[in-house]
């Protein structure tokens, strides 16, 4: 298997597990629960297949990572009591999903054609970052990602190097730089509290 | 007039008039009931167009819906006060409209070739139930069908009987089929108060 | 510099100070606020685009809508305290953006050949308020345009008299024709504090 096949696969399980507590903690039913993790996991690469024109998204045309995403639903829904004890892990997790979508997302913006530095680092902005924006527009919340965390930020960083390496290396190094600088400035302001600023009224 | 389009008309008219009385309750002006109750009607089939990349939505394409929605918000604005004590007739209705668009939606995925189980489901879930996620959105609701009714689970279990059952037959019996499964568990469920678990906090 | 790619660089301008000011409300951080201003500025062209099956939407193929949408959103920080002073000016440069992105709107039909009077009006109409309904649906808002004001109105009636008159004069009588109509219809509504009715309950 490969690495990016791997982190993808853990990503999908950290974003369809957030998606299923988010559900659960707004009291929604079964169903509710399974359709939060499965939008929260190929929500973002819906949105990017959706503009860019893909006959079917990724997630349609191929069901894995939705079975992944029901399984994930199902596991929460049994451990729901002890997986609160792990919310360090779950961070990890989420960290390493959001580095491997937004990988994923520039490689989807190269293997297109579609190698502006702009659209590079929006489709992986959005494959990294859609799925919570749904999910929380769903849960009636304003999403996550507005609010103060650097979590774009680290998304569009992590992209923007992507496009840098992609010019002068092959897709495989790029891939894996774009993934190892957006969990690492993830990783780095999780760790000591870094927000980005708000306006004081 | 096929049954089919019947249903589909039917359908069409209960899920704007819902549209039209929460944009009421939620006391939004005149445009606001209307724009409630076109998006209620047509926005699955507009989720759906646009996921499987059709060229123009089929409620753009041809506007007759959205006419049936609009002279569906107008019949509300005028008799706002007696529709209130027609909430059965509605809701009948409303589960006529499911079960219609949860067959036509799976019927669109047959007719684009788009016929692998987990497609044709997704497609006619999305058929079904996206007008009342989109109108529960945009009246800062967490949608509805999230919560605690068998309303999903019902639009599934059709799909999953179209799938099984157009592999044998024609599309005709399918569509119908699925129709008649869908409406069935949607009635049963209203009728005896059945709901989707929720996990006790 | 053609009269309607200025009055479409107003519109953006002020549409996506308008984003950077809900956000700010909102107390979202500096990414929350950029990202705001970007979606109300652009929004409804991706939605047009996106529903019209375009490759690729304007906003991304070519980046400097969401430039200047940036450069609106860090204008808006830095001179915060200033803005709120000039209420009047906004509202002004807000109904221009509506007017120039109906136009616009309205102009990608016809130049698509979607020119039936319905698709014409869906998309002028989804152009010039889709980026609002957007930014309120992401603010935990129930979108403004659907609440009290003649805002869809004006660009409905716009659109309606682009395709009225491109049926006998060229494209380009029939945008400025779309813009004057929307605009004064807007600014008459503003200035004489004119609202559709809503039902009292």
């Known amino acids: 298997?490969?690495?990016?096949?791997?982190?993808?696969?853990?990503?999908?399980?950290?974003?369809?597990?957030?998606?299923?507590l988010v559900a659960i903690d707004k009291e929604l039913d079964y169903y509710g629960i399974i359709f939060f993790a499965i939008i929260t996991a190929v929500g973002g690469g819906i949105i990017r297949d959706t503009l860019i024109n893909e006959n079917l998204p990724a997630a349609l045309a191929n069901p894995v990572f939705v079975i992944i995403s029901i399984a994930s639903a199902i596991f929460v829904i049994v451990f729901y009591r002890k997986i609160n004890r792990y919310t360090n892990v779950l961070q990890l997790f989420d960290a390493i999903g959001l580095a491997a979508f937004t990988a994923?997302?520039?490689?989807?913006?190269?293997?297109?054609?579609?190698?502006?530095?702009?659209?590079?680092?929006?489709?992986?902005?959005?494959?990294?970052?859609?799925?919570?924006?749904?999910?929380?527009?769903?849960?009636?919340?304003?999403?996550f990602i507005f609010?103060?965390?650097?979590?774009?930020?680290?998304?569009?960083?992590?992209?923007?190097?992507y496009y840098l390496i992609d010019r002068f290396t092959g897709d495989g190094i790029a891939m894996y730089s774009c993934f190892a600088i957006t969990l690492i400035i993830r990783l780095v302001c999780i760790k000591n509290d870094i927000h980005l600023r708000r306006i004081v009224k």
């Open 1 to 20: 298997m490969e690495f990016i096949s791997m982190v993808e696969l853990i990503g999908t399980v950290a974003f369809a597990i957030s998606g299923a």
């Open 104 to 143: 994923i997302g520039a490689g989807v913006a190269a293997e297109n054609r579609l190698d502006m530095p702009f659209v590079v680092i929006t489709l992986a902005l959005l494959t990294g970052t859609g799925g919570g924006v749904l999910r929380d527009v769903f849960a009636k919340e304003i999403p």
């Open 147 to 161: 609010r103060k965390e650097i979590y774009a930020v680290a998304s569009i960083t992590g992209a923007a190097f």
